[in-house]
């Protein structure tokens, strides 16, 4: 399972990575560190990325399987 974020449509509203911080984290201006890319979910965090991705206001996340 892979979690991406589109860049362009990430507003930096934070909530990806308050909700899932130990999956996600902001870089020096606030937005996710991974947007505009994918990574790896590790193996039991698949709730946290769901959790994250529901919570984008933007619809930005993505679960890719």
């Given amino acids: 399972m892979h979690i991406a974020v589109n860049g362009s449509l990430c507003s930096g509203q934070g909530r990806c990575y308050m909700?899932?911080?130990?999956?996600?984290?902001?870089?020096?201006?606030?937005?996710?560190?991974?947007?505009?890319?994918?990574?790896?979910?590790?193996?039991?965090?698949?709730?946290?990325?769901?959790?994250?991705?529901?919570?984008c206001p933007e619809d930005a996340i993505s679960i890719e399987d």
């Fill in 19 to 55: 909700i899932a911080p130990e999956l996600l984290e902001c870089d020096d201006e606030g937005f996710v560190s991974i947007r505009g890319t994918s990574i790896e979910v590790p193996a039991g965090m698949e709730r946290a990325a769901q959790s994250a991705a529901n919570a």
